[in-house]
T-cell receptor, first 115, second 109 residues
């Protein structure tokens, strides 16, 4: 299957700081990428859809000013958690479809801990 | 009511057992049905996807879809300890996936 990477895999930051998470498609181009959040022992919840060359689409209840998404190229989308707080601590995962949306591949995830 | 319901388990079975994992959904707009496997602290791994009602087999895994009942299943034959993970059903009606809550499976050696 296609390969999606994320960086960093794990980050700890102080409350009030910003954290940037990268999602890369390594062997294919992706005009669309998806960002999910997963709390412990819970399922993945879609946060936003990242669109190359245009604004991201956010799900209801997700603050666009807090979770900044940039899809600057066909292989890279970034999620910046601004002014992070302890309640933002979670597992953030991105996905990308190489071809059709019914075959999406996920990155390994980024564990964010905000102190 | 959630769009996708999945028994969270945990489900514990002996090695070699047949495992049945299930999801029900309420929205008829879902057209594609996927099963992902997720190991602890890792991203989900796509196992199988199906479109139409019926069965699809891939090695020890069989995915079953019944659109009339809005019910999907994943069967694992000859289960192995390495199958121990959380299994997530995911449904596609547009572009993004809607996930079930996941079922934690433990295969005992």
């Amino acid at each position: 299957g296609a390969v999606v990477s994320q960086h960093p895999s794990w980050v700890i930051c102080k409350s009030g700081t910003s954290v940037k998470i990268e999602c890369r498609s390594l062997d294919f181009q992706a005009t669309t990428m998806f960002w999910y959040r997963q709390f412990p022992k819970q399922s993945l919840m879609l946060m936003a859809t990242s669109n190359e060359g245009s604004k991201a689409t956010y799900e209801q209840g997700v603050e666009k000013d807090k979770f900044l998404i940039n899809h600057a190229s066909l292989t890279l989308s970034t999620l910046t958690v601004t002014s992070a707080h302890p309640e933002d601590s979670s597992f953030y995962i991105c996905s990308a479809p190489p071809d059709s949306y019914n075959e999406q591949f996920f990155g390994p995830g980024t564990r964010l801990t905000v102190l | 009511q959630k769009e996708v319901e999945q028994d969270p388990g945990p489900l514990s079975v002996p090695e070699g057992a047949i495992v049945s994992l299930n999801c029900t959904y309420s929205n008829s707009a879902f057209q594609y049905f996927m099963w992902y496997r997720q190991y602890s602290r890792k991203g989900p791994e796509l196992l199988m996807y199906t479109y139409s009602s019926g069965n699809k087999e891939d090695g020890r895994f069989t995915a079953q879809v019944d659109k009339s009942s809005k019910y999907i299943s994943l069967f694992i034959r000859d289960s192995q300890p390495s199958d121990s993970a959380t299994y997530l059903c995911a449904l596609l009606g547009g572009r993004a996936l809607t996930f079930g809550s996941g079922t934690r499976l433990q295969v005992q050696p």
